[in-house]
């Protein structure tokens, strides 16, 4: 099957400082990204759709110039926590969708998640 | 609005029992998928069935199988004879872009499942 990639798989940084996290689908093209966010003991909230050669579309809520997103290539999607503060500590998924030449068999890849923590 | 509830926050049992995890969802459109994912201590995400609005067959895939009734809005998952491995928190999730590409998932507040020895 598909497989997508996150990397770092948890990293600890300093208030203030910025982190990005890639996320790389492996053996398929993936025009569509997604980014969830996923507090301990709670459900995943997405944070943005992210189409290759455009800007991120993000949901309700979520600041773009917090969590910048950039769909650089067609296996290649980047979330970057700016300035992150102790908040901002959480598990970040991302996922790649996969669509098929025929019918209807549209599938949504997720990665193995990056866990960070904002001391 | 679409949304997707799983009333049951934690379930406990013992091994080799059954037990069914309930998801109801909302969506007011007609053609949509509905999933159902584990997601054990370490994280990751692990498929285990997608549904389409238009197929209301029930599924067995080994001790899993899955309820699909559009007339109640609801997609439960029941483990038979359940095992100590089957501890994990389990999501029910809803997808409106049917033939669209890039269907973004909704996901329900997950269900944790403890079977005990």
Not at chain 1, 32 to 47: E, I
Not at chain 1, 89 to 107: D, M, N, W
Not at chain 2, 83 to 111: M, R
Request: glycine content about 6%.
């Amino acid at each position: 099957g598909a497989v997508v990639s996150q990397h770092p798989s948890r990293v600890i940084c300093k208030s203030g400082t910025s982190v990005k996290i890639e996320c790389r689908s492996l053996d398929f093209q993936a025009t569509t990204m997604f980014w969830y966010r996923q507090f301990p003991k709670k459900s995943l909230m997405l944070m943005a759709t992210s189409n290759e050669g455009s800007k991120a579309t993000y949901e309700q809520g979520v600041e773009k110039d917090k969590f910048l997103i950039n769909h650089a290539s067609l296996t290649l999607s980047t979330l970057t926590v700016t300035s992150a503060h102790p908040e901002d500590s959480s598990f970040y998924i991302c996922s790649a969708y996969l669509k098929r030449e025929v019918g209807i068999q549209e599938t949504q890849y997720f990665g193995p998640g990056t866990r960070l923590l904002v001391l | 609005a679409q949304k997707v509830t799983q009333a049951q926050t934690e379930i406990s049992v013992v091994e080799k029992e059954d037990v069914t995890l309930d998801c109801v969802y909302e969506t007011r459109d007609t053609t949509y998928y509905l999933f159902w994912y584990k997601q054990p201590p370490s994280g990751e995400l692990v498929f285990l069935i997608r549904r389409n609005s238009f197929d209301e067959q029930n599924e067995i895939s080994g001790r899993y199988s899955w309820n699909f009734q559009k007339s109640t809005s609801s997609f439960n998952f029941t483990i038979t004879a359940s095992q100590v491995v089957d501890s994990a928190v389990y999501f029910c999730a809803l997808s409106e872009h049917f033939y669209n590409q890039g269907g973004k998932l909704i996901f329900g507040q997950g269900t944790e499942l403890s079977v005990k020895p």
